[in-house]
């Protein structure tokens, strides 16, 4: 094998780094460690069971159990059982804002994919609207209204109550507040409005929590209307982005992931892409993805801001401002950003007015109002009010609100002050929540009525100024809930309300011109979105810069001891969806933990911590006046020294059985500042208590051999050169001449096959992967893949047939210690979805002594469980480490009732596949390129006596990728994406439909190419905008 | 002004009529393109064959010389498309023919396009000028065990012939042994060899000989073996399984005696991966009217709640709960569509003579060898589906044979499990 000519390492994490004995122990073990060996039995135990088995099974055998078959009493017309139905409909969750497709299977929702006719997330979905089709199957959720102290009622009986009560308070002029996150829909405001004129003294009251209140109130000094503006990050050259994570839970990530990687796409025609520039503390999926990373800590957000200014003030003949700070990369990322004026972008994470003030003024000097930056498309995700919503809470504990609604949102929880709104709240006469679970301040409510969940609703939304969005039921609502609009209407006066019917009437009267009403209604509920032209507009920037600049000076000064920040992670997010397994147990994008909630820590304050394979200690971290909160610590190379990072939406305490009692509620540490909430805070102390602890993470995982063969990578200065070719080729020596060397993919022991009809095949591109997971929770829910729970994870037996290996690389030496630590202060970050390869040479085939793994006519390596003896030769032999053993049965076992309900509990069991095995103790199972839709695709084909196109059979992580970057087709098409992309033409023309395909694209690479394997999964070498392949 | 509109008015009615005659006229001729009868007979078999016949009165009338008979083509299209509108509207011809029937109301066809209605008369017409079938001669679901091999017959008359065959040579063998006794006897012998020569063959000698000690565990070891595996294999198969059903429904009557298409209660089988055990809306279809004073009919009423004087469902509708007979277990997936609107196969090919069944029964095996041996034998239904034209291209090249299903993935295991 040639030597590899570059010296970068690539690394999993920091004991692979520093080759820690016990890391290698494992690495080395090809397979997890068995379950331990019981040695409390003895032979005659075994023979005893054994013959008691054998009796039981021949007795059960003897008749089989008797089971009925039940038709519907009346069909519903359009709907056949085991034909999917597909309904176009919204998911809203507080601000966040996706378009989907609902596909149900006899009435019962059981996957979301992403809708491609909106113009807004254009099909894309992420993690959490993955997950949220198993939180309607949530058995916390509440099963009938609830009057004072855990009493079941009636609607009727609630109704008369409460409107009762609301009366009084009326008659009285008593203060009613209602509180709620963002709302997206125009029809629920104007309910909310009809609730108003009933009761005039009610105030609605919006909070966010991740706020972007500091936005609204920046663009409202510096352009006169308090909005957020549209981004389009797909027309940036040039993408600045301080601490702000708008791949994770910046504004609208679904719509960025996108359009992040149409700038990130290249080809052999389009040899330029966008250059990203983050500026960040705590090591975020944004700043995984960017070229030149930089660490700061949260005081500095401000001080980079205004350096920034000051540079590009200079260039384009602005005053400068005081202040600013000098970073690395700075001044680069200046020259860049003023060389592709309108082209360029600037974005902050802070919630600070002055600092967005500032970052306004910058982007008004690169001229992106207009270009990246729309704001004649405000955008409605964020309109929390964070002063409004501490004044609610003032005025709560001074007793002066005699009512509050709590529309679907938990600010005991997940609002700063949420201890203090708890103990005020016993002032206030009547207290209501429309939670559809009893969360933390649905508790302390006197009534619950609660909502549906989306699915079972009817909703709109409108998550930009003229796109409108339709959500419709895709299920009869499964408990005995009402929509919270008809309770606001009921409450109102109105009676027999049918929040339906008011939808249908708001759109006829706000959006409906001419033709048939019902053909357009039917045309807007089909296509799930509306959307209607925006006139332009142009701002001008009028903003008060060196007010600002002072502002930042006087608020950010660099204090004593550690500074925390808190942020949400990829997975949980902002807590609101903490109880659902499937996110619990979706590794981290970062740090690849599940189930856990940790403080990361850079390296270099973590000396003395020995923190090999997630082993780790507690640490209590203590903030002036603050009770002291004690978590794990989790060492994230890349985070600035000198900071403690702790993820939001832990800590629940009413959450559910999944969610409860997992880490501290990390909401408290927000503080306000400069009139807005702001998500870091100095001056803390970090102890160790000397507790140890272990971190559940796959991080480590499935670890295979030498990194090179497997990860590819090049910087855009070389990949731009004409003749570039990828730097790791492997070339094999054959005997018969040692000195002629050959690709490992001309030689084979095997006799091939002959794909005749289709040959399927996946193309990864590595630059587009952003590492988002969305596609992990797809695949699961997909292929009805078991979660197995903390315990589980920690050894080392987690089920997700796809993972996303994420490899931190640097090329410091790292011969001693001091080169270890080089290495690991801010590596650059690569990810890597990892799946059954599907190899047309499969080792696993090979070695399973029963034949339950064989390869199809089409290119599949196929596993057939019920063939599965549980040898796991199989798993031993794949060079990926894909294929899952299922050392328990993870359904109907008590065990796995709490991490695994989709297989345990009669509500979770509706969210199963039905086209899918649900696999039993003892079997191997790997990804099938869902072969169920594949199946299906054909079918359908053959129905319609036509061919099969190109873009029918699509895979579950396929469609939920935002950034397109997998491509799933048929290589003996040569019409088919996948082919055009890869540039496939057959290896021997004499065999067209042989296993042997060239790619004529030169990124196209195969993962361990030199094993000869002949895998159906390409990856396309990942590009890093760098001038050079050094940081 | 007004001379003006009133022309303008009866120019437009002038045009109007003559195009409504124009149109009526040009309707009325009943098509007689095979295309067209051919389209009549399906839509005959599928909408309208579970109450009428051409010859014979069944629910309805025979409908043999219905487009002379009735009043009017137009008359017949809008009884067709929604009866019970030309009833109310008092239309003497309905009212008889609703009172000699029982006042049973004929199901409305709003979705049957005039074009269609006119193949359809189309189709009956041709039957008509057809006339009656003459007795008809019911040939046997033929082809039974003619697969490869012997004829039944042959076999019989080998067996006879080697029977015979091994008597002779017993007969053989015992006159040998005499001839060589009597032989034995002439010769001069020690005492102890002749007492060998004649003592005689006893049960007990037999018995006692290790030979056949040694057979006679062979055989029953190996019986026991047969019927282990035997047993083993048969766990969970359950052929012939016909469990009592909660309404005492009988395809022989409906299936057999009516011809009604299985599709026609059974909808998923041509688009789904079950065929569907039919909901009780489609049992009442007919049975609003038909036969509604049976104990077993009133069990459907029952289930639906039915509101006799409102002809709809009432609110306390209760699912029936009939007992499945074919059970595959979960491991495996099978699609009626693939198998039935794809492949052509008729339903019979597994379920049996279900037309003759009483009461359903399991009739084929449903074990892997017994699906796997199909895909093995049956030739791929290619006809007129773009879908395999490449495949069968391909095959063509390198075989004579026809396209099994087995040639073309037919037995990977990711086609029915996964």
Redesign the interface.
């Known amino acids: 094998m040639e030597k590899e000519s570059t010296k970068k390492i690539y690394w999993k994490g920091l004991e692979q780094l520093s080759n820690d004995s016990e890391f290698v122990k494992h690495a080395h073990n090809e397979f997890a460690p068995g379950p331990e060996e019981d040695l409390g039995h003895s032979r005659r135990d075994f023979l005893k069971m054994m013959g008691f088995g054998v009796a039981a099974v021949s007795l059960a055998?003897c008749e089989?159990p008797?089971?009925?078959?039940?038709?519907?009493?009346?069909?519903p017309e359009d709907s056949?059982?085991?034909?999917a139905d597909y309904f176009a409909s919204t998911y809203t969750n507080g601000g966040d804002y996706c378009s989907i497709v609902v596909k149900t299977r006899e009435g019962r929702p059981i996957k979301i994919d992403g809708n491609e006719l909106s113009s807004v997330t254009k099909g894309g979905t992420s993690a959490q609207v993955e997950a949220s089709v198993l939180s309607l199957y949530d058995n916390a959720r509440l099963r009938f209204p609830r009057l004072g102290e855990n009493r079941k009622a009636t609607w009727d009986e609630l109704d008369m109550e409460i409107t009762d009560k609301l009366r009084g308070i009326n008659l009285s002029n008593g203060k009613i507040v209602i509180v709620s996150n963002t709302i997206l829909s125009p029809s629920t405001k104007a309910v909310i409005e009809k609730f108003k004129e009933k009761y005039p003294t009610t105030q609605h009251v919006q909070y966010d929590q991740g706020s972007n209140y500091g936005m609204l109130k920046a663009n409202e000094e510096s352009f006169g209307t308090a909005m957020i503006p549209s981004y389009d990050f797909s027309k940036a050259k040039v993408i600045v982005s301080v601490a702000a994570d708008f791949l994770t839970s910046w504004l609208a990530p679904v719509e960025f992931t996108g359009q992040y990687a149409k700038t990130r796409e290249v080809s052999e025609d389009k040899k330029e892409m966008s250059r990203h520039y983050q500026f960040e503390a705590g090591m975020s999926l944004a700043g995984a993805n960017a070229d030149y990373r930089t660490q700061i800590k949260p005081s500095e957000e401000g001080a980079v801001v205004v350096q920034l200014y000051n540079l590009l003030a200079a260039k384009a003949g602005r005053e400068t401002i005081s202040g600013g700070v000098d970073k690395p990369h700075l001044a680069k990322a200046a020259n860049d950003l003023w060389n592709s004026r309108g082209n360029a972008l600037v974005v902050a994470g802070s919630n600070d007015k002055s600092v967005q003030v500032v970052v306004n003024a910058i982007n008004d000097i690169l001229g992106s109002y207009g270009t990246t930056i729309l704001p004649n498309i405000p955008v409605n995700y964020r309109q929390g009010n964070d002063q409004a919503m501490a004044d609610f809470v003032k005025e709560v504990n001074a007793g002066s609100v005699a009512g509050v609604i709590f529309y679907n949102c938990n600010p005991v929880y997940d609002h700063p002050m949420g201890a203090q709104l708890a103990s005020g709240l016993s002032k206030v006469q009547v207290k209501i929540s429309t939670s559809y679970k009893e969360d933390e301040t649905a508790a302390l409510a006197d009534y619950i009525a609660p909502d549906h969940h989306f699915l079972e609703a009817w909703n709109d939304a409108e998550p930009k100024k003229n796109h409108y969005s339709l959500a419709q039921p895709a299920i009869t609502p499964i408990f005995k809930s009402r929509a919270a609009q008809e309770s606001f209407l009921t409450w109102a006066g109105e009676t027999n309300v049918d929040y339906f019917e008011v939808i249908k009437n708001n759109w006829k009267n706000w959006f409906y011109k001419s033709g048939n009403f019902q053909t357009w209604w039917d045309r807007c509920l089909y296509n799930g979105v509306l959307e209607l032209p925006v006139e332009e507009t142009s701002v001008s920037f009028g903003g008060d810069v060196a007010a600002a600049a002072s502002a930042i000076a006087a608020n950010y000064k660099p204090g004593n001891g550690f500074e925390v920040f808190v942020f949400e992670n990829g997975t949980v997010g902002n807590g609101s969806q903490a109880n659902n397994p499937l996110l619990q147990e979706l590794p981290d994008p970062i740090t690849k933990a599940v189930w856990e909630h940790y403080v990361t820590v850079a390296p270099a304050d973590a000396k003395g911590i020995n923190f090999a394979e997630a082993k780790t200690e507690y640490f209590t971290i203590s903030i002036n006046g603050q009770e002291p909160v004690k978590l794990p610590v989790l060492v994230q190379p890349g985070q600035t020294p000198g900071t403690l990072g702790i993820p939001l939406g832990y800590g629940r305490t009413n959450a559910g059985k999944v969610a409860d009692d997992i880490g501290k509620n990390a909401y408290p540490l927000i503080a306000m500042v400069n009139g807005s909430l702001n998500y870091s805070v100095g001056g803390a102390s970090f102890q160790a208590t000397g507790e140890r602890y272990q971190i559940a993470t796959t991080q480590t995982h499935q670890t295979y051999m030498a990194r090179q063969t497997v990860v590819q990578e090049t910087s855009l200065a070389n990949f731009s050169k004409a003749d570039w070719k990828r730097e790791f080729q492997p070339k094999v020596a054959t005997w018969k001449d040692p000195k002629h060397k050959v690709a490992p993919g001309e030689l084979s022991m095997w006799k091939g096959h002959e794909y005749?009809?289709h040959h399927w095949g996946m193309a990864i591109d590595l630059n587009t992967c952003i590492g988002c997971g969305a596609c992990v929770v797809a695949c699961n829910v997909e292929n009805n893949v078991s979660l197995v729970g903390r315990e589980e994870v920690i050894n080392r037996r987690e089920m997700h047939w796809l993972r996303i290996d994420r490899y931190y690389s640097s090329d410091a030496e790292v011969s001693d210690v001091r080169g270890l630590e080089i290495a690991a202060e801010n590596p650059e970050v690569v990810f890597q979805p990892m799946l059954c390869q599907h190899c047309n040479n499969a080792p696993c085939e090979t070695v399973c002594p029963v034949a339950a793994t064989?390869h199809?006519?089409?290119g599949?390596n196929?596993?057939?469980?019920?063939?599965c003896i549980g040898t796991r030769y199989c798993a031993n032999n794949c060079p990926y480490k894909v294929r899952r053993f299922n050392w328990f049965k993870y359904h109907d076992n008590k065990q796995f009732a709490t991490a695994n309900p989709a297989m345990n509990t009669d509500l979770g069991k509706m969210v199963l596949n039905p086209?899918?095995?649900?696999r039993s103790r003892g079997v191997m199972e790997k990804c099938?390129f869902c072969?169920?839709r594949i199946?299906n695709g054909?079918?359908q084909?053959?129905?319609e006596?036509?061919?099969?196109k190109d873009g029918e059979v699509v895979t579950a992580c396929q469609a939920s990728c935002s950034t397109g970057a997998i491509v799933f087709g048929d290589v003996n098409d040569p019409e088919s994406k996948i082919s055009k992309l890869l540039k496939i033409a057959p290896a021997n023309p004499e065999k067209p439909?042989g296993i042997d395909k060239i790619t004529g694209n030169p990124r196209a690479y195969q993962v361990l190419e030199e094993i000869g394997v002949k895998p159906n999964i390409w990856y396309l070498t990942k590009v890093r905008n760098k001038d050079s392949a050094k940081a | 002004m007004i001379k003006v509109s009133l022309y303008s008015i009866t120019r437009s009615i002038t045009t109007f009529v003559l195009f409504f005659t124009l149109s009526v006229s040009f309707a009325q001729e009943i098509p007689e393109t095979p295309e067209a009868i051919a389209d009549g007979e399906s839509l005959f078999n599928a909408n309208c064959k579970t109450c009428h016949r051409v010859h014979q009165k069944l629910v309805g009338p025979a409908l043999a010389n219905v487009y002379d008979r009735a009043p009017s083509i137009d008359w017949l299209k809008a009884f067709i498309k929604n009866s019970a509108a030309v009833i109310a509207s008092g239309d003497d011809y309905a009212v008889n023919i609703y009172n000699e029937y029982n006042k049973t109301q004929m199901t409305a066809f709003t979705g049957l396009k005039d074009d269609q209605l006119m193949n359809l008369l189309a189709y009956i017409k041709a039957e008509t000028e057809k006339g009656p079938p003459v007795a008809a001669t019911t040939t046997a679901a033929g082809g039974e065990g003619t697969g490869s091999g012997v004829p039944a017959a042959y076999l019989n008359i080998i067996l006879v012939g080697m029977l015979v065959i091994l008597t002779l040579l017993v007969i053989v063998l015992l006159f040998l042994v005499s001839a060589l006794k009597r032989f034995l006897d002439q010769k001069d012998l020690s005492e102890e060899d002749k007492e060998v020569i004649n003592s005689p063959y006893t049960v007990g000698s037999i018995t006692a000989s290790a030979g056949f000690r040694f057979i006679m565990i062979f055989i029953i070891a190996s019986l026991g073996f047969k019927w282990t595996i035997n047993t083993l294999f048969s766990v969970g198969v359950q052929q012939g399984y016909a469990p009592k059903q909660p309404i005492a429904f009988s395809h022989k009557l409906h299936a057999g005696a009516y011809e009604i298409d299985c599709k026609y209660c059974h909808v998923g089988a041509m688009v789904g991966k079950n065929a569907t055990i039919p909901s009780v809306n489609i049992c009442m279809n007919c049975h609003r009217s038909v036969k509604t004073e049976s104990a077993q009919i009133q069990k459907l009423w029952a289930a639906a709640d039915w509101q006799p004087e409102t002809l709809t469902f009432g609110p306390n509708q209760k699912p029936i709960e009939w007992v499945r007979i074919h059970n595959l277990p979960d491991l495996a997936y099978f699609n009626h569509a693939q198998h039935v609107n794809v492949g052509n196969i008729e339903c019979q090919t597994c379920h049996g003579p279900i037309e003759e069944m009483e009461v359903v029964k399991q009739y084929s095996l449903l074990t892997m060898g017994w699906c796997i041996d199909c895909h093995r034998k049956t030739d791929v239904n290619t006809k007129g589906n773009e879908y395999y034209d490449k495949l069968v291209e391909l095959h063509n090249q390198a075989n004579k044979e026809p396209m099994k299903v087995e040639d073309i993935g037919g037995l990977d295991c990711a086609k029915c499990h996964y």
Do not use: C, G
Not at chain 1, 915 to 918: P, S
């Open positions: 055998a089989a008797i089971r009925k078959a039940i038709p519907y009493v009346n069909k056949t059982p085991s034909v005749k009809n064989t199809s006519t089409e599949l196929q596993m057939t469980y019920n063939r086209d899918v095995t649900v099938s072969v169920q199946q054909k079918l084909a053959k129905k006596k036509r061919s099969l439909f």
